[in-house]
């Protein structure tokens, strides 16, 4: 044995024999009671018998036994010279005044202090009252055992369980076994519960669902203020409510003022709009239909092929009067990702209902070879794919053609319009301007097309330019390379940038304040 192991054994030895000696301490009021004789009060008709070498007092008629503060009432009982009391019909114990115990038949020791009482079993005391076919009475601890199924009545509740412990100075109970609790608001199912009928709370040790009208609870730690509608549960959580499910690590909510908050991998989804949202920290508002989530927060738009991925500083989800999402609103540093579009801009609102997403401020979207600016954008999405938006004021439309030239379309406002998720024509209103590099098949140069036009249209094919149609006042020309200044081959305001979009759903996390233009 090593040295230090020698040293330190004897530290921990001392340890543990104080602890144990303060358990002992705290015990001696019990296990140091003096014991008592139990005494006959009364009886109708009293036989002194014996039974196998025992005196044995023999009782009929309204029997009354005492030992200290408890008082024992039967139709007929024995009492043994070695403190056995065995009683039939009408049993009842009154201890001190505040527990009452009832049955058919008991068997007691009065060195012991336990009874043992059986068929037709009550416990009544001014918190509940508890109906089980066998119960054992511990005078000592003042707790009630039932092992045969029972079953526990308050003035709001009704709690059953196969196995269950009650003690009866702290009037708190354990259940386990097939629990279930019946409530005017909610039923629930566990394995294991505490209820505390002073307090009226539930604890939750175990795996747990609760059923209400609208809800459905599900815990594996926790608690439940039956009086106050208040809960607080602390593992593997989830409560769904109508078409919202919320998960998360600990989970507060407040039934009468319908407030929630959750925090630690947080996760809500909307199912009738398979909707969605992540994120650190919730706070849910039923009456006024919203719920806020922050920190990390991530928005998910399901869909069985290509979900779109949002990340925002904080998300605000609105319901509608039956409870479904109308809508999404995403504030500060907003990214998203999916497979075909990426985007960004400060601020995003989601018209759930007539799928319309809006960017806001700033907006940025990249279209495979496509980018997109303006001053905002509006999105239209049918069957969960573009259908076509709307970009106003400073509309901006780049595609790169070579390592440093670029493909350029901007006006007041553009309508763009997507096919298969393909970008295929965009129809320019007001102040229209392009800049287009024609090139052979060959990838060879013949020259830069620039044009003005208060109305056109352009369509593509294959992501490229086929064909521009000036639909008032056109002004175009095709100049060579050479005759074309390098900052004439640039609109004003024109801008590329590089560096933020996202190449995939986890990028959408990262920001750069400034971004990277050309």
Known sequence: MPPEYRRKKPAGLLLALAAVAVILVSSLPVLSQKTTKVQLEHADVLKITSENGVNVQVLMGNAILKQDSTYFYCDTARLDENNNLRAVGQVHINYGDSVH???????????????????????????????????EYDRNLATAYYFTGGRIVDKK??????????FTRTYEFIFTDSVVVVNPDYTMYSDTLKYNTESEIVYIESPTDIYGKDDHIYSEKGWYNTRTNQAELSRNNRIDHLEQILKGDWIYYDGEKEYGKAMGNVWVKDTAQNIILQGGISEFYRSEQYSYITDSACAILVDTYDSLY????????????????RLLFAYKHMKFYRDDLQGMCDSLVFRVQDSVIALLKNPVLWSEGNQLTADSIWMHVNDNRIDSMVLFNLAFIVSRDSIDTYNQIKGRQMRAYFRDNQLYKINVLGNAETIYYIREEDFDLIGINKSVSSYMMILLEDRKLKRIYYLSKPEAVLYPEKDLKKEDQYLRDFKWITGQRPANRHEIFIWQEAGSEN
């Not at 509740?157 to 009650?166: A, D, H, I, P, Q």
């Not at 998300?315 to 409870?323: C, E, G, H, M, P």
Request: glycine share 4%; net charge negative; charged share 20%.
């Open 157 to 166: 509740n009704v709690l059953t369980s196969m196995k269950g412990r009650y």
């Open 101 to 135: 115990l009832y049955g058919d038949f008991l068997n007691y020791s009065g060195n012991t202090r336990i009874a043992l009482l059986d068929s037709n079993v009550r416990l009544v005391d001014k918190r509940a009252t508890l109906y089980t076919d066998h119960l």
């Open 310 to 325: 949002m990340h925002a500083d904080s998300f605000i989800l609105v319901l509608d009067s039956a409870n479904e999402a």
